[in-house]
Nanobody, 115 residues
């Protein structure tokens, strides 16, 4: 069955960096685009970034463009989100997502940006 397991979250000061990972299993990883979403307390889940199956094409939400980088390692069935210049408003639970005939989500990893 499809499994997505996020890791790498934590507490970081404003201006700091974190790298999130999402380990995928149960499907042909390289055939599918992968996305990151986030959900802050009291807010709806929002799109962050997407990478195509090959890894050659990426897309970002306006709020993170220039600060976050999505990438993938198809040999390791893993997608990454490098987050730089973090701001308090980046505080959220970050989720990995893949869409097939169904929307699959990981359990999320908490990112807190605070001094």
């Amino acid at each position: 069955q499809v499994q997505l397991v996020e890791s790498g979250g934590g507490l970081v000061q404003p201006g700091g960096s974190l790298r999130l990972s999402c380990a995928a299993s149960g499907f042909s990883f390289s055939m599918y685009a992968m996305s990151w979403y986030r959900q802050a307390p009291g807010k709806e889940r929002e799109y962050v970034a997407r990478v195509t199956g090959s890894g050659y094409s990426t897309n970002y939400a306006h709020s993170v463009k220039g600060r976050f980088t999505i990438s993938r390692d198809n040999a390791r069935n893993t997608v990454y989100l490098q987050m730089n210049s973090l701001k308090p408003e980046d505080t959220a639970v970050y989720y990995c997502n893949v869409v097939m005939s169904y929307d699959y989500w990981g359990q999320g990893t908490q990112v807190t940006v605070s001094s």
